[in-house]
């Protein structure tokens, strides 16, 4: 679901025509629809009202202060994994206890700045962690709360960088590991362990992979019970999937439907870390065609925006919808490379898209960019990043001003030789 649609064959977001957005900020240009955000995070909220969950939002799927500042005001926690994330959640005025840090590497540095912020919780992902938090809460003088994430070994059918559950995974604790802290806590006598936390992988679309894990951590809980543990937090994580194209996401009403007689029976206050679900379908990419390359073999559509602006295409074979800001219902069916302007062959979009003959100077939107979009671009070529806009009914608004040249280099020095 989303608001992204075409009157009079021009594309709009919300009541703004995006030709309009992209006439006065340029291209390349996320444009953000808030409706679709606010509404995905109501539905995920209303579909789990009867376990009454803290749903903090996932930061790296999309870490634009007025995204994540939208969804607080919302009453959202949000869900980082690095002191930067952490910074833009306190920049906003994010309630610490509504905030969760997960990550595998965090920094002593990061660890002491979210002990002083007072964060709800650290998702723990190994013993040696565990050491270094307990002993960072000692120096600091501040007892602190933790959730063991533990690794249920399920496989969440996703692509294989975005499996996070299996046991080869640099993430979580298997079972045995988390038992043996949770039985020796009193070694960590400055951490209070409060909870489990999963989290299986990321655009995940039917709940089978969810109820397995919950399943297992249901049983290790009860075990823990048994030998005088007591929990409080079962945090789920998140990874719920949407539709990019043959991939057909399961709706929040489903997805709860299947796995919340699963969360009551644990009897645990539940947390979600959703991302993708909440802000995947409130964004896209525009981008103009810069040229148009038709050789013996191969049509080519050649965009100002690339891999790094939008690297999922290269990096996962993602497959994401294009389309042209302007629709011509009538226009000849071709095939088209949609490839950016960056110096590598894996620099594509889209591969054999059969597309509206296109003609160069249009614009094309890629669509369900909102998540993991701008926020794993780069300057790769040395290329500003794209602008960012925010739409809210009939009126539009800049949330990032594009880099500029100097902006690129601002941070750079010359050693005193040269």
């Given at each position: 679901m989303h608001y992204f649609t075409y009157k009079d064959n021009n594309l709009y977001c919300e009541d703004v025509k995006v030709g309009d957005i992209v006439e006065k900020f340029g291209s390349?240009?996320?444009?953000?629809?808030?409706?679709?955000?606010?509404?995905?995070?109501?539905?995920?909220?209303?579909?789990?009202?009867?376990?009454k969950p803290l749903i903090c939002y996932s930061?790296?799927?999309?870490?634009?202060?007025?995204?994540?500042?939208?969804?607080?005001?919302?009453?959202?926690?949000?869900?980082?994994?690095?002191?930067?994330?952490?910074?833009?959640?306190?920049?906003?005025?994010?309630?610490?206890?509504?905030?969760?840090?997960?990550?595998?590497?965090?920094?002593?540095?990061?660890?002491?700045?979210?002990?002083?912020?007072?964060?709800?919780?650290?998702n723990v992902e190994s013993e040696a962690e565990m050491q270094r938090l307990h002993e960072i809460s000692i120096r600091l003088r501040r007892s602190i709360n933790v959730c063991l994430r533990v690794n249920p070994e399920v496989d969440?059918?996703?692509?294989?960088?975005?499996?996070?559950?299996?046991?080869?995974?640099?993430?979580?604790?298997?079972?045995?590991?988390?038992?043996?802290?949770?039985?020796?806590?009193?070694?960590?006598?400055?951490?209070?362990?409060?909870g489990l936390h999963i989290h299986i992988g990321s655009q995940i679309t039917e709940a089978r992979p969810y109820i397995q894990a919950i399943k297992k951590v249901s049983t290790f809980i009860k075990e823990m019970n048994s030998a005088g543990v007591k929990l409080e937090y079962l945090n789920i994580g998140g990874g719920m999937g949407i539709n990019y194209?043959?991939?057909?996401?399961?709706?929040?009403?489903?997805?709860?439907?299947?796995?919340?007689?699963?969360?009551?029976?644990t009897g645990l206050k539940i947390i979600l870390e959703?991302?993708?679900?909440?802000?995947?379908?409130?964004?896209?990419?525009?981008?103009?065609?810069?040229?148009v390359k038709e050789?013996?073999?191969?049509?080519?559509?050649?965009?100002?925006?690339?891999?790094?602006?939008?690297?999922?295409?290269?990096?996962?074979?993602?497959?994401?919808?294009i389309v042209a800001l302007h629709k011509r219902p009538k226009s000849r069916q071709k095939k088209y490379d949609i490839v950016g302007p960056i110096c590598e062959s894996g620099d594509f979009l889209a591969k054999d898209r059969l597309m509206p003959q296109i003609r160069s100077g249009e614009y094309l939107a890629i669509m369900c960019s909102g998540a993991y979009g701008f926020s794993m671009s780069s300057n790769y070529n040395s290329r500003?990043?794209?602008?960012?806009?925010?739409?809210?009914?009939?009126?539009?608004?800049l949330v990032r001003a594009r880099e500029s040249y100097l902006d690129l280099i601002k941070k750079e020095k010359f050693p005193w030789f040269l």
């Amino acid at each position: 679901m989303h608001y992204f649609t075409y009157k009079d064959n021009n594309l709009y977001c919300e009541d703004v025509k995006v030709g309009d957005i992209v006439e006065k900020f340029g291209s390349p240009c996320y444009v953000y629809s808030y409706r679709t955000l606010i509404e995905h995070f109501r539905k995920l909220k209303s579909a789990f009202s009867a376990v009454k969950p803290l749903i903090c939002y996932s930061v790296k799927a999309n870490s634009n202060l007025a995204i994540c500042k939208a969804l607080v005001n919302e009453g959202a926690g949000l869900d980082v994994v690095s002191g930067g994330e952490l910074y833009r959640a306190l920049k906003i005025k994010t309630n610490p206890k509504k905030i969760v840090f997960a990550g595998v590497g965090k920094t002593d540095k990061e660890i002491r700045g979210a002990i002083k912020a007072g964060i709800l919780f650290f998702n723990v992902e190994s013993e040696a962690e565990m050491q270094r938090l307990h002993e960072i809460s000692i120096r600091l003088r501040r007892s602190i709360n933790v959730c063991l994430r533990v690794n249920p070994e399920v496989d969440p059918h996703t692509h294989r960088y975005i499996k996070t559950a299996k046991k080869e995974s640099k993430f979580g604790l298997s079972f045995s590991a988390a038992r043996f802290i949770l039985i020796n806590k009193v070694r960590f006598f400055n951490v209070h362990i409060k909870g489990l936390h999963i989290h299986i992988g990321s655009q995940i679309t039917e709940a089978r992979p969810y109820i397995q894990a919950i399943k297992k951590v249901s049983t290790f809980i009860k075990e823990m019970n048994s030998a005088g543990v007591k929990l409080e937090y079962l945090n789920i994580g998140g990874g719920m999937g949407i539709n990019y194209k043959n991939e057909k996401a399961q709706t929040p009403k489903v997805f709860a439907k299947a796995i919340v007689p699963l969360l009551k029976k644990t009897g645990l206050k539940i947390i979600l870390e959703p991302g993708r679900f909440i802000v995947g379908s409130a964004g896209i990419l525009v981008s103009r065609v810069t040229f148009v390359k038709e050789t013996g073999s191969k049509n080519f559509l050649i965009l100002d925006s690339g891999m790094n602006d939008l690297i999922r295409p290269s990096l996962y074979e993602a497959y994401h919808e294009i389309v042209a800001l302007h629709k011509r219902p009538k226009s000849r069916q071709k095939k088209y490379d949609i490839v950016g302007p960056i110096c590598e062959s894996g620099d594509f979009l889209a591969k054999d898209r059969l597309m509206p003959q296109i003609r160069s100077g249009e614009y094309l939107a890629i669509m369900c960019s909102g998540a993991y979009g701008f926020s794993m671009s780069s300057n790769y070529n040395s290329r500003p990043r794209a602008t960012e806009v925010l739409v809210k009914g009939a009126g539009f608004f800049l949330v990032r001003a594009r880099e500029s040249y100097l902006d690129l280099i601002k941070k750079e020095k010359f050693p005193w030789f040269l």
